[in-house]
């Protein structure tokens, strides 16, 4: 069984920062796809970024510049700068994985809050 568990969310100011940290444990196909989303309530998931087992970041247009991805093997980090009351959310971590680079595999964590404060 896969566990996804994430950690560093909480309260912070506008213009403050939090570090998340994801932690993929169990037996899976290596990880082709480590991310991100977030949700607000009555708010579809939206991604936030993602990263390649190769090191290649795609970011939200919203977030370009604010956030930075990093992994570490089968641990992502999500390192959030200058953030906004409307990034208050659940923020998701989220792995694929697979046999030849596929993403056959969909793992989700449970989440962790984010609140920002205005």
């Known amino acids: 069984q896969v566990q996804l568990v994430e950690s560093g969310g909480g309260v912070v100011q506008t213009g403050g920062s939090l570090k998340l940290s994801c932690v993929v444990s169990?037996?899976?196909?290596?990880?082709?796809?480590m991310g991100w989303s977030r949700q607000t309530p009555g708010k579809e998931r939206e991604l936030v970024a993602s990263i390649t087992t190769g090191g290649l970041a795609e970011y939200d247009d919203a977030v370009q510049d604010r956030f930075t991805i990093t992994r570490d093997k089968a641990t992502d980090y999500l390192q959030m700068n200058n953030l906004n009351p409307e990034e208050t959310a659940i923020y998701f971590c989220r792995a694929q994985s697979g046999p030849n680079l596929s993403y056959e595999y969909d793992y989700w964590g449970r989440g962790t809050q984010v609140t920002v404060g205005s």
């Open positions: 169990g037996n899976f196909f290596r990880l082709n796809m």
